[in-house]
């Protein structure tokens, strides 16, 4: 009687040791299994540790990481570090009243710009001016060597048609350009001709007979580069044009920006170039990429203020047209409105197709500025 007792317990703890222990289940895919443990959430994992089988690996217990702070900007060129900056534009100044043209007044103007007396192209409609006032333009020039560029002279033709199309066109002349204060340092290297196209817009705000809320802007090569940027720094801008621009990031700047008849040729920084100077300074995209995000445009697309409309000519030997096509699909991603007019066979300066590509930019500027919304 005793030894069936004793066979008796035996068993029944068996059955007891069997049914709290480890049970064995079939191997699971392991990407499955780390994505269940990481979807438990670390509240699960001290739960669970005991009662996994062998066969599952235990996930280790990884603290949270909570978000920091957005480092402080090392550098003028990021985009954040020009956001932070104040841009307030002074009064405008008519230095002297130009000849006319068909139906628009023509000024030599001047400004404020970081304290530097910036000189300028203006023009303004003729007739009575809209309740509101008139839609501006702000006109970005391309690169024209400093010591040689004139106020008056250049892009004639480009601001005759949009002026007489009914807008107001303010055309600077950038810092040490013409009679210019300042020093002209170039536009990838710093932020000087920024600057001073956004203290343009400011004083265009505030000029009596202008319409703060209908600003677009236009730009060519160099200029392009400099409406982009300014389109992400403020949300003043309604919409942009851009022909043959500089609108590529900075790491393609560095690597596609080939000239010429060497255009294949990938290009050698000059021991003095902006290119070696950033190198040099933060290290290559490769080796700080956050840096080279940061101070390019392209990384804010999703917050342009507005449509930007791209012209470039297929045989441009200044300006790759791959830096429109680039940036046409940098904005489509964002979700961004974008239009690409590409000419083919056309030169930096869309010169066959000049009639054809203005009429599509006063049309895209009739739409989104004149007509905000349109």
Same mark, same amino acid.
């Given at each position: 009687?005793?030894?069936?007792?004793?066979?008796?317990?035996?068993?029944?703890?068996?059955?007891?040791?069997?049914?709290?222990?480890?049970?064995?289940?079939?191997?699971?895919?392991?990407?499955?299994?780390?994505?269940?443990?990481?979807?438990?959430?670390?509240?699960?994992?001290?739960?669970?540790?005991?009662?996994?089988?062998?066969?599952?690996?235990?996930?280790?217990?990884?603290?949270?990481?909570?978000?920091?702070?957005?480092?402080?900007?090392?550098?003028?060129?990021?985009?954040?570090?020009?956001?932070?900056?104040?841009?307030?534009?002074?009064?405008?100044?008519?230095?002297?009243?130009?000849?006319?043209?068909?139906?628009?007044?023509?000024?030599?103007?001047?400004?404020?710009?970081?304290?530097?007396?910036?000189?300028?192209?203006?023009?303004?409609?003729?007739?009575?001016?809209?309740?509101?006032?008139?839609?501006?333009?702000?006109?970005?020039?391309?690169?024209?060597?400093?010591?040689?560029?004139?106020?008056?002279?250049?892009?004639?033709?480009?601001?005759?048609?949009?002026?007489?199309? &009914?807008?107001?066109?303010?055309?600077?002349?950038?810092?040490?350009?013409?009679?210019?204060?300042?020093?002209?340092?170039?536009?990838?290297?710093?932020?000087?001709?920024?600057?001073?196209?956004?203290?343009?817009?400011?004083?265009?705000?505030?000029?009596?007979?202008?319409?703060?809320?209908?600003?677009?802007?236009? &730009?060519?090569?160099?200029?392009?580069?400099?409406?982009?940027?300014?389109?992400?720094?403020?949300?003043?801008?309604?919409?942009?044009?851009?022909?043959?621009?500089?609108?590529?990031?900075?790491?393609?700047?560095?690597?596609?920006?080939?000239?010429?008849?060497?255009?294949?040729?990938?290009?050698?920084?000059?021991?003095?170039?902006?290119?070696?100077?950033?190198?040099?300074?933060?290290?290559?995209?490769?080796?700080?990429?956050?840096?080279?995000?940061?101070?390019?445009?392209?990384?804010?697309?999703?917050?342009?203020?507005?449509?930007?409309?791209?012209?470039?000519?297929?045989?441009?030997?200044?300006?790759?047209?791959?830096?429109?096509?680039?940036?046409?699909?940098?904005?489509?991603?964002?979700?961004?409105?974008?239009?690409?007019?590409?000419?083919?066979?056309?030169?930096?300066?869309?010169?066959?197709?000049?009639?054809?590509?203005?009429?599509?930019?006063?049309?895209?500027?009739?739409?989104?500025?004149?007509?905000? &919304?349109?």
């Amino acid at each position: 009687m005793q030894k069936s007792n004793y066979f008796w317990l035996l068993l029944i703890l068996a059955f007891v040791a069997s049914a709290c222990g480890p049970q064995a289940v079939p191997p699971t895919d392991s990407g499955e299994i780390q994505s269940t443990a990481q979807a438990a959430a670390l509240t699960l994992i001290a739960e669970t540790q005991q009662a996994v089988p062998s066969l599952t690996p235990v996930p280790t217990h990884t603290a949270i990481s909570l978000p920091t702070a957005t480092p402080a900007p090392t550098h003028p060129l990021q985009i954040e570090a020009m956001r932070a900056q104040q841009y307030p534009g002074s009064d405008i100044v008519i230095e002297e009243v130009l000849d006319p043209g068909v139906n628009y007044s023509r000024y030599y103007v001047s400004y404020l710009s970081e304290g530097l007396k910036i000189y300028a192209l203006m023009t303004v409609p003729n007739g009575e001016k809209p309740p509101t006032g008139w839609p501006v333009i702000i006109f970005n020039h391309g690169f024209i060597p400093p010591d040689v560029y004139r106020t008056t002279e250049r892009y004639v033709a480009y601001v005759d048609l949009i002026a007489r199309s &009914g807008y107001i066109v303010f055309r600077s002349d950038y810092r040490g350009h013409d009679r210019s204060e300042g020093e002209s340092g170039g536009a990838y290297s710093n932020t000087g001709y920024t600057v001073d196209v956004l203290n343009a817009v400011a004083s265009m705000k505030r000029y009596p007979d202008a319409d703060s809320n209908r600003i677009g802007m236009w &730009g060519h090569s160099m200029g392009g580069y400099i409406t982009l940027r300014s389109m992400v720094v403020t949300e003043d801008i309604k919409a942009g044009v851009i022909w043959a621009g500089v609108v590529a990031s900075y790491p393609d700047l560095l690597t596609r920006w080939r000239r010429g008849p060497n255009s294949s040729v990938t290009p050698t920084p000059n021991p003095r170039s902006w290119r070696l100077t950033l190198q040099q300074q933060f290290g290559s995209p490769e080796q700080n990429p956050e840096f080279w995000r940061s101070i390019s445009a392209n990384s804010y697309v999703n917050e342009v203020s507005g449509p930007i409309q791209l012209h470039h000519g297929t045989l441009d030997e200044d300006v790759p047209l791959e830096f429109s096509e680039l940036l046409y699909f940098e904005m489509l991603n964002a979700n961004q409105f974008v239009e690409l007019y590409k000419y083919e066979g056309d030169n930096h300066n869309i010169s066959n197709y000049f009639s054809t590509a203005m009429q599509r930019t006063i049309e895209f500027f009739d739409r989104y500025v004149k007509q905000p &919304g349109g």
